[in-house]
């Protein structure tokens, strides 16, 4: 069964710090997606990453992935109070051809404190 | 807006009652995905259909079942409900090659 674990589940932080957000993942996958949630709203796509070294920036958010740890990292540069959100990472459920279920993690609760 | 539509926004029911949730996905997109998101269960994958077919199935209870339309919309039917089905019902879609799936507004459910 796939697992996919994130940490920290919950993260207060204050404007301008820097911070990474976890996400290891339990069997093979090469493929590796970042969403944003506000509460009560559906999921935003941030980052997909499809290979091994991946790495993508917007903004003060940067994503990477490492498929021979099975890791995957969420940076935030200089927060600011409109990344408050949770932050979730998901994973394939089965490899192959197409874009298949995801498997996501708990989620990441970040809130970012002036 | 990610151009996946779901209807309706809220629905009330009472236990044991059946709905019909429904979505259609992004212009071209042959591929649809239903999640639930709950407090207690997170985020969990239901089931897939590419272009009409069942592709993949995740933690679908057999008191849920899906199917896609030859106009590609798809829905999401849900009987003999319980007050733990009560949650957020989410429909994505993707378009091959892009992975890349796109999150509708959701249905919110609530079993009374």
């Known amino acids: 069964e796939l697992k996919v674990e994130q940490n920290p589940l919950f993260l207060s932080m204050q404007e301008g710090k820097n911070y990474t957000i976890y996400c290891n993942y339990s069997?093979?996958?090469?493929?590796l997606y970042w969403y944003r949630q506000d509460p009560g709203k559906s999921l935003e796509s941030l980052f997909v990453?499809?290979?091994?070294?991946a790495v993508k920036q917007e903004g003060r958010l940067m994503a990477s992935l490492d498929t021979k740890a099975r890791l995957s990292t969420l940076h935030i540069t200089a927060a600011v109070h409109d990344l408050s959100a949770t932050y979730f990472c998901?994973?394939?459920?089965?490899?192959?051809?197409?874009?298949?279920?995801?498997?996501f993690g708990k989620g990441t609760h970040l809130i970012i404190q002036p | 807006d990610s151009g996946v539509t779901q209807t309706p926004k809220h629905l009330i029911t009472a236990t044991g009652q059946r709905v019909t949730l429904r979505c259609s996905p992004r212009?071209?997109?042959?591929?649809v995905y239903w999640y639930q998101q709950s407090l207690d269960q997170g985020l969990q994958f239901l089931i897939q259909?590419?272009?009409?077919?069942?592709?993949a199935k995740g933690n679908i209870l057999e008191r849920f079942s899906a199917q896609q339309f030859p106009d590609l919309h798809s829905e999401l039917n849900l009987s003999s409900l319980e007050l733990g089905d009560s949650a957020l019902y989410f429909c994505?879609?993707?378009?091959?090659?892009?992975?890349?799936?796109?999150f509708g507004p959701g249905t919110r459910l609530t079993v009374t």
């Open positions: 259909y590419y272009n009409g077919e069942e592709r």
């Open positions: 990453l499809l290979s091994n070294g």
């Open positions: 998901a994973v394939d459920w089965l490899s192959g051809g197409g874009a298949d279920g995801l498997t």
């Open positions: 212009s071209g997109d042959l591929s």
């Open positions: 069997t093979t996958s090469d493929r």
């Open positions: 994505a879609s993707s378009g091959t090659p892009d992975y890349e799936q796109y």
